[in-house]
């Protein structure tokens, strides 16, 4: 058994293996008639994939087009329309990652500047309340994520790797995390248009 990712790439990928698999039976086919009537079935197939406009000259030119692409401008048949030209896709300039890379996606990368900007903060209590708030945020992200359970020690330890530094932090202190209570809807009764009426 093979997978796909064991095969060669689909050159068009919206018609799928199969339809490419018929293309390049075209082109072991050595009789020159023979092979012109099966490109000529294989275009009718290719448009049963939207047959509205199967009939449509414009579309028709694209399958034909769209044949001669899959087959790398190989196949020598009769086509009713004229061949496309071979354009080689040339990438000019790479655009640079602005954003950087993170290595903890789940913290985010203002994460990393506020604990950057948290260790420069020479008041060593205005330090330590700045880091305690810090890792309550980093839990509170890590648990939004992840939706699992994680161990304040690990909080701490990712914290203090990100600073690059020793800060000599008490791993066995605990961050509380507070959820809020989700807002109850109101629940609301569809008033009746119907009048009591006695019965005398």
């Known amino acids: 058994m093979k997978y796909n990712t064991e095969l060669k790439p689909l050159i068009i990928p919206e ?13 072991s086919i050595k009789d020159s008639k023979k092979r012109n009537e099966q490109a000529n079935v294989l275009i009718n197939i290719m448009g049963n994939l939207n047959p509205h406009l ?22 020598d048949i009769e086509s009713p329309y004229p061949k496309p030209e071979i354009k080689k896709n040339e990438l000019k300039q790479r655009i640079n990652n602005t954003q950087g890379t993170v290595r903890n996606k789940h913290y985010g990368k203002l994460i990393i500047m506020l604990i950057k900007e948290a260790v420069k903060i020479e008041d060593t209590k205005l330090q330590t309340y700045a880091l305690d708030q810090i890792a309550k945020q980093m839990k509170r992200s890590y648990l939004n994520w992840n939706q699992t359970n994680v161990q304040d020690s690990q909080i701490w330890a990712d914290l203090e790797s990100f600073s690059d530094k020793d800060l000599n932090l008490d791993f066995n202190k605990i961050i509380p995390v507070f959820q809020q209570n989700p807002i109850r809807k109101k629940t609301f009764y569809k008033k009746s248009n119907r009048k009591n009426y006695q019965k005398k």
Not at 15 to 27: A, N, Q
Not at 55 to 63: F, S
Request: hydrophobic share 35%; charged share 30%; net charge neutral.
């Open 15 to 27: 018609y799928g293996r199969h339809i490419h698999s018929m293309v390049d039976s075209l082109l």
């Open 54 to 75: 199967r009939d449509v000259e414009e579309y028709r030119h694209k399958l034909w087009d769209h044949l001669f692409i899959m087959c790398n401008h190989k196949l």
